[in-house]
């Protein structure tokens, strides 16, 4: 199968976006302030976490917040140098600062960092890990949220392919990321 | 809800690198539009990370609500239109209102066989040397 008609192409699975389970996001916002907007959400590879703090993104926007987004990861453990504090200088009461991959900073520099966006009027991150900061949400994925995704990327097909959304979800310890992968390389080797 | 519309000439969607890319944009917005921008670029699909490149671009000022306007690309020698298993390399034309983002898109195939290029073909498409 073509690149571009693969039904689990990058486009397509970044399409897919965060499903609120157990509250609106009315009530996660209401949370959210009473937490001072400074809140983690917490979960492992693939639970959806990044996707999540790119949802907040319009909505935190919408109350006239200035959104400012952060990323580190694997290949990128740091920030290039100087930088954290020229962010620090310019960071205004407005400012709500999305930083995904926080786990990635040292002990050390988190509290650095911590410390020096205190002027912003708020402070999301992503981590695989609780104690950063108070917990906004713990991202969880089941093999039942799998299959709701693959229903949206390839209709009533997943419902065929029932038994392998299990097995997916099995192998990859609930990684949602690394079982749509495998999903676009069985897809790709067909015709 | 605007309305948006990229004509190429005669409708042609296949195109030879080097090749001269003619047509007609219009638009019908509700209110004034801003800024619209027409781009050529490609893009590309498949498992990883995403590129994409503008290759050239026309920048419509103060539109009225309602216009229609001609224009003309040179396309670039490459990269070509292909696909593999992996990746898809993509080619468009691309107007959008800048203020709201609203997009029409037309994809075009870029490539000197008039085809995509395939990049797990049949065998029969590499003949053994010699023969």
Request: net charge neutral; aromatic share 8%.
């Amino acid at each position: 199968m073509k690149a571009k008609d693969n039904p689990f192409k990058t486009d397509s699975v970044l399409g897919v976006r965060y499903r609120l389970r157990d509250r609106t996001w009315a009530e996660l916002l209401e949370q959210l302030r009473r937490l001072g907007y400074r809140a983690a959400i917490v979960g492992p590879h693939g639970s959806g976490k990044t996707t999540l703090l790119e949802d907040l993104e319009p909505h935190l926007a919408s109350l006239g917040f200035s959104i400012i987004r952060l990323r580190l990861d694997d290949e990128t453990r740091g920030f290039e140098r100087g930088f954290l504090r020229r962010l620090f200088r310019t960071l205004s009461e407005r400012d709500v600062l999305l930083f995904d991959g926080a786990e990635q900073m040292s002990h050390f520099a988190w509290l650095r960092f911590k410390r020096g966006t205190k002027r912003a009027a708020g402070l999301i991150i992503t981590s695989h890990r609780r104690g950063r900061l108070p917990t906004l949400i713990k991202c969880e994925t089941s093999s039942a949220l799998l299959r709701e995704i693959m229903r949206e990327l390839i209709g009533d097909e997943a419902e065929a392919r029932c038994g392998m959304t299990e097995e997916l979800y099995g192998k990859h310890e609930g990684n949602l990321r690394d079982a749509l992968r495998e999903m676009y390389d069985m897809y790709s080797e067909q015709r | 809800m605007s309305q948006l519309e990229i004509r190429t000439r005669d409708d042609k969607v296949r195109f030879l690198p080097g090749e001269e890319l003619a047509g007609q944009v219009s638009w019908a917005t509700e209110s004034p539009p801003g800024l619209i921008e027409l781009r050529l670029f490609w893009r590309t699909q498949g498992k990883g990370t995403k590129d994409v490149k503008i290759v050239e671009s026309v920048m419509f000022d103060n539109p009225r609500r309602q216009e229609t306007h001609d224009f003309r690309f040179q396309l670039p020698d490459g990269p070509y239109s292909f696909s593999g298993k992996l990746i898809s390399l993509i080619w468009a034309l691309e107007l959008v209102i800048t203020s709201t983002d609203e997009t029409e898109r037309l994809d075009i195939l870029v490539s000197p066989t008039d085809t995509e290029i395939m990049l797990y073909g049949s065998r029969q498409a590499f003949p053994a040397s010699g023969t």
